[in-house]
């Protein structure tokens, strides 16, 4: 039982030379030295962007944290009220009596001196023409410390005070630069704003940098005595006091980076490990027993590890390799058993040509050299016929796969097809009745390999359909099915033949049809079809026929059905 109708234009030529190309000696050793690289590419990556982030967090750290500004602000805030008590005092002790407006700059100096000694801060005293009569640098004695400058080009590039600079320059492009502050010689007059505002009874503050960058905080409060302004005093930070402190708090912070930093590296090892090794697994795999080396394909079988037990990607990826070969495997072993398949189907027609052109010189009538001329070109459109049907199966697997699937009207085209046969049948007094849902019926995937199939079933059905009988198909859904069942009343499937009726090369038609007239890949064809689309085909006999003597037990005809997915 088979049906011989199928689709589609000849197959074209098959490429032979598909096979990877081999390796050159210079991607062998770039690959062996990637493979014996400490870290993999993948576990490269993965600890740059795990310390990219980590560094940009950092950074963003240093930059707008608010440690300094505060720094700066309760720096200031401890300046103003040192300055208003020193102020205070200065003005009770240096200032002048008899109700005159001013002090004793002499005095004033002292008590300066005096008071600023155990702070560590420069102060300096303003009088009300804002003209410089004191400065605490000048007035505390002592030697300064110097240490030696290192020579001229012995500096590390390592230096705390280097790398610093750095990060200020960095820094600065981005942050206001402060105002530079501006030394006042003595008796010189004064043009800051702070000593200003002072003089006019308002404290003031301001925060400039030094010719070395470094930040310099003053506060700049009015002398009161009687109620009268009698001068200014700033009070002043050295410069370095506030950096060292900002210097501590990065140090601390930059330990911390290099301690995540460490932990993050063997974080992102142990996660690369736990990627990239399985990984490389796979591919030593699929490239020591594949065709990846450019070698042939190894006798023994590809194995590949199982890893499915592991619940991630890397599970799911071997689970998909392991299928991968062992559909592999199956495609290798159905196209040998194919092969062997067409050699055998094609010998049978050779043999019986080859005897027929044999037997041609020894006969002698018209009548007989007539008939061999017969079996001659019977033989000739057989092999034609397997050649074309053999092009056609071996070019299936690839359309289905090319192709792209879409919905299509079922009903409509079941409708087309069933009176094209019975238009076939007329002949033979054959009917063919379509029984459906009122709704149409559509279904997704490729209509005319669809057409194929239900072509080849009437076909079977319509071969083995005695005359004056008839041929039903009926549709329905189910679920989330659609359901086609093709229906004859000849003499059915025998039972030991359910299974084989699919295989390759299965034929058994009625002898009104003659021998050699189909391959017998039409239904192997039609359920290779129906299965691309996620279906099933399967036969099975219909009950007897109410009969009576040898016809009694006999089916009532086969039963083709077609499941597609909805």
């Known amino acids: 039982m088979d049906g011989n109708d199928i689709y589609g234009a ?9 096979r990877p190309r081999p390796k050159s000696t210079r991607e062998r050793i770039i690959q062996g030295l990637i493979r014996s690289a400490p870290f993999s590419s993948l576990q490269r990556r993965i600890i740059f ?6 560094a940009f967090l950092v950074l963003g750290v240093l930059y707008l944290n608010q440690y300094r500004s505060g720094l700066i602000e309760q720096r200031i805030d401890s300046l103003r009220l040192q300055a208003e008590v020193i102020a205070l005092t200065v003005a009770e002790t240096a200032g002048q009596g008899d109700g005159l407006i001013g002090y004793d700059p002499v005095r004033a100096n002292t008590v300066l001196g005096r008071l600023v000694r155990p702070t560590g801060l420069r102060a300096q005293v303003f009088d009300n023409g804002l003209r410089l009569t ?5 007035l505390i004695g002592g030697e300064i410390e110097a240490s030696p400058l290192p020579p001229p080009g012995t500096e590390t590039a390592g230096d705390p005070d280097e790398i610093e600079r750095f990060y200020e320059r960095a820094v600065s492009m981005f942050r206001r630069r402060p105002p530079l502050y501006e030394e006042v010689p003595k008796g010189g007059i004064s043009r800051d704003t702070e000593v200003r505002d002072a003089a006019r009874g308002k404290p003031s503050s301001v925060v400039r940098v030094n010719t070395q960058d470094q930040l310099i905080v003053s506060v700049a409060v009015p002398m009161i005595r009687s109620g009268a302004i009698i001068g200014v005093l700033v009070l002043s930070t050295e410069g370095g006091d506030i950096d060292r402190v900002v210097r501590s708090e990065r140090a601390v912070i930059v330990q911390v980076f290099v301690i995540a930093a460490m932990v993050s590296i063997g974080l992102s090892i142990l996660l690369a490990n736990t990627i990239a090794h399985p990984i490389r697994k796979l591919a030593d795999a699929a490239e020591n027993n594949g065709t990846l080396s450019g070698r042939p394909l190894n006798a023994e079988r590809v194995e590949i590890p199982d890893m499915t037990r592991r619940t991630d990607e890397i599970g799911e990826l071997s689970g998909a390799l392991i299928r991968m070969t062992e559909a592999l495997y199956a495609r290798i072993e159905a196209i040998e058993s194919f092969a062997s398949d067409v050699a055998h189907e094609i010998k049978n027609p050779l043999t019986s040509l080859r005897s027929a052109v044999e037997t041609m010189q020894y006969v002698r009538t018209p009548e007989q050299q007539t008939r061999l001329l017969d079996v001659i070109k019977q033989d000739v459109d057989r092999l034609d016929r397997l050649v074309t049907d053999i092009s056609n199966a071996s070019r299936l697997d690839a359309e289905l796969v090319r192709e792209r699937m879409q919905p299509f009207d079922l009903t409509r085209l079941v409708q087309m097809l069933a009176e094209v046969t019975r238009s076939q049948g007329e002949s033979r007094n054959v009917s063919v009745t379509l029984q459906g849902p009122a709704s149409q019926l559509v279904a997704r995937g490729l209509e005319g390999r669809i057409a194929q199939v239900i072509t080849n079933l009437l076909d079977n059905a319509l071969s083995f359909s005695p005359d004056g009988s008839a041929i039903m198909l009926r549709m329905r859904r189910r679920d989330s099915s659609i359901r086609l069942v093709v229906e004859d ?3 059915g499937v025998p039972a030991e033949n359910m299974l084989t009726i699919f295989d390759r090369f299965y034929t058994e038609r009625p002898e009104s049809e ?14 290779q079809i129906i299965e691309a689309h996620g279906g099933r085909l399967w036969v099975e006999n219909r009950p007897p026929r109410a009969a009576e003597g040898p016809d009694a037990e006999r089916p009532g005809g086969a039963r083709f059905c077609i499941e597609l997915p909805d």
């Open 489 to 491: 009343e000849g003499p």
């Open 10 to 18: 000849d197959a074209g030529p098959v490429g032979l030379d598909n």
């Open 134 to 138: 004191g400065d605490s640098r000048s």
């Open 514 to 527: 003659g021998f050699g007239n189909h391959s017998g890949l039409g239904l192997s064809i039609s359920r």
């Open 49 to 54: 962007f795990n310390l990219t982030g980590l």
